[in-house]
């Protein structure tokens, strides 16, 4: 590849990575403050993160935040994975077109409107606001996201090996268990954390399907910012993208050893 | 007697009116929608024979291969294994085990574990899975490869994993789909011969889908040679090759010569064919034809002799010019232009380094051949 380090490439890569992650970098300075105030550098510390793990009420949020996410997410992958097995393998049933539209309209539908329409049927049905509605409402909301992911792996799998498994005398059953499952089972992971994030991050569907006792971290974060950005409110973001940014680090990492990895077998095994 | 070609080992049920067919297809038809892939065939396998059903892509062979194996149903007609109707018995029920043309090995178990596979489903107790895998790690000489995951190893690597573990249950039939057709051209007249020898030491029945004639000729006891979903005919390699019954099959195996003509007279033994252009031939008869119908006599290029000066002795005799000659180091092939116009192929073994009788582009040219050396085609 010829790569020039002109003057313009430099400035523009510059503004670009400025532009995506100085906030960012601002608000991880910050969190380090040791000035009440928000905006004003007063020296380094570190007594925010203390203070924050002596806050019982974004320790609470954090905590429901992580149950609803690994219970939605959870969830989410299982009718993800079957919704995208049954739109691969049963190309044609009545009503294919429509359980395909349906399964896929959340990934398009404005979250204030999925919000709003859960907040009216939850409603309509007599169920109390709390960790159980905003578990349901993540649940339709990444679902279909889960389902994106693991069609397209789908879609590539070679039908051969499950044919191979059944002649050599496995039931159908045996045979998802053993063969289909393992193989398409990094996408299914990937739609696991996929799901995992987006309930992590939602602020919009949740304010409206959560209740009393069940106030997740971006909810917290967003009211209690209203009320003025503190520090210890830094200090939770920083912890935050920390998390984040460490899992798809491993996770990238551990991707691109395999790839390589692979990629070295198979020349060795070319060569014999 | 007269025999066709040389005949592997004493082993021809097929002659033997008594011998009790194995697999049989009866009358199958398979639809897929509005195509028809298989068309009302009929076909019998013996014990223990290696068969091959030979035919270009999409003439349907692949789709009797997954019907014997259980991944589709016949539209219409019966497969019978050893006696039984196998309708309806699923693909996991069955006594045959196949050889999948990708090779299909599960990506994330290693070697081992995939020859285990079919074992483990059968309940098969641990310790007789591990002596029985390691039996079959030897069979195909990959004992050292046994702990490898799939894409670690290489094409070859790959068949042989693919062989033992359809081998392993030791099914009453092997099917094997393309079983070579991703190896390289060396490598593949190799393992033909590993094949052969695999099947005669387990005694097993093959049935080998092919469209490489050599391959089929190569391995098969007997090939049936596919059409559009139909039988064009069922013989032995040397038969095939020798005596087709069709212009299809003559043409499908190997290189022809095709004299097209009308029967002109007709003795006890020889019938005299007048060809468009003036030009006769003798042959031996093959069957009592009306004077006047349309008739061909088929010919392989290396039954034909060529040489510059007219043969005393030959009962057919044609005189043409050399159009192109192209030498293949074992033997050189001439194409000849008859006078009348027609194009003929004749090969010649380069038995000795120096030819006595050369022949050059546009050297005059006498093609004469044996009235018995070709077959008369009707259809």
């Not at chain 2, 005299?272 to 349309?294: F, H, L, P, Y």
Request: positive net charge; aromatic residues 8%; contains cysteine.
């Amino acid at each position: 590849m010829n790569t020039t380090w002109s003057r313009f490439n430099v400035t523009s890569i510059v503004l670009g990575f400025a532009f995506l992650y100085l906030p960012i970098v601002l608000l991880i300075v910050f969190s380090f403050n040791e000035s009440k105030l928000v905006t004003v550098w007063g020296g380094f510390s570190t007594k925010w993160y203390v203070s924050l793990f002596h806050n019982q009420g974004l320790m609470d949020a954090t905590w429901v935040t992580a149950r609803v996410g690994v219970i939605s997410a959870t969830v989410a992958t299982v009718l993800g994975t079957l919704a995208a097995l049954t739109l691969t393998r049963y190309t044609r049933f009545r009503g294919r077109l429509l359980f395909s539209g349906m399964v896929f309209a959340p990934l398009v539908m404005p979250e204030v409107i999925t919000g709003l329409s859960l907040l009216l049927l939850f409603v309509a049905v007599g169920l109390d606001r709390g960790f159980l509605t905003v578990t349901l409402a993540h649940i339709t909301l990444t679902m279909c996201f889960v389902a994106v992911v693991v069609q397209s792996r789908l879609v590539s799998f070679d039908r051969s090996l499950e044919e191979a498994a059944m002649d050599l005398g496995a039931t159908p059953v045996k045979t998802f268990f053993q063969i289909t499952l393992p193989v398409i089972m990094p996408a299914i992971v990937s739609g696991w954390m996929l799901a995992f994030t987006l309930s992590l991050d939602d602020l919009v569907i949740a304010s409206f399907t959560s209740g009393p006792g069940a106030t997740t971290l971006p909810m917290k974060i967003y009211s209690q910012v209203r009320l003025g950005v503190t520090p210890e409110i830094n200090a939770a973001c920083t912890i935050l993208i920390a998390v984040v940014a460490v899992g798809v680090i491993i996770a990238s990492v551990a991707n691109k050893r395999r790839e390589v990895q692979r990629q070295l077998d198979e020349r060795a095994a070319q060569r014999g | 007697m007269k025999s066709l070609g040389s005949i592997r080992r004493d082993f021809a049920p097929w002659n033997d009116p008594n011998a009790k067919p194995y697999i049989q297809f009866d009358n199958v038809t398979k639809k897929f929608g509005d195509f028809t892939a298989v068309n009302n065939l009929s076909l019998t396998i013996f014990e223990r024979e290696f068969f091959a059903l030979l035919g270009a892509s999409g003439c349907g062979k692949s789709t009797l291969l997954r019907m014997l194996a259980g991944f589709e149903e016949p539209t219409a007609g019966r497969i019978l294994l050893d006696g039984q109707d196998l309708r309806g018995i699923p693909p996991y029920r069955r006594p045959v085990n196949m050889m999948f043309q990708s090779y299909a090995l599960f990506p994330h178990m290693t070697v081992e574990n995939n020859i285990a596979f079919g074992l483990k489903q059968d309940g098969m107790p641990k310790p007789e899975i591990a002596s029985r895998v390691a039996e079959m790690l030897k069979l195909v000489k990959l004992e050292q490869f046994a702990k490898r995951k799939p894409h670690q190893l290489s094409g070859g690597q790959r068949q042989r994993v693919a062989l033992a573990r359809s081998v392993a249950k030791r099914p009453k039939v092997l099917l094997l789909d393309e079983p070579l057709g991703a190896l390289d051209k060396k490598l593949r007249e190799e393992t033909q011969f590993e094949l052969m020898d695999l099947q005669q030491n387990l005694g097993l029945t093959f049935v080998v889908v092919t469209h490489d004639q050599e391959e089929a000729m190569t391995m098969a006891d007997r090939i049936a040679i596919i059409d559009k979903g139909e039988v064009m005919q069922v013989a032995t390699p040397a038969e095939v090759y020798e005596a087709p019954t069709s212009r299809f099959v003559a043409h499908f195996v190997g290189n022809v010569n095709m004299f097209e003509g009308k029967v002109a007279e007709q003795t006890a033994n020889t019938t005299r064919i007048a060809g468009s252009s003036g030009a006769q031939i003798v042959v031996d008869n093959a069957a009592k034809t009306a004077a006047g119908a349309d008739i061909v006599f088929a010919i392989r290029p290396e039954k034909i002799k060529i040489s510059s000066k007219k043969p005393a002795d030959a009962v057919n005799a044609l005189e043409g010019e050399v159009y192109d000659i192209a030498y293949l180091g074992d033997m050189t092939v001439f194409h000849v232009r008859l006078d009348d116009g027609q194009m003929v192929r004749a090969s010649t073994m380069n038995a000795a380094r120096i030819t006595e009788d050369p022949l050059s582009w546009n050297d005059r040219a006498w093609v004469s051949f044996r009235p018995d050396a070709g077959v008369v085609l009707t259809r």
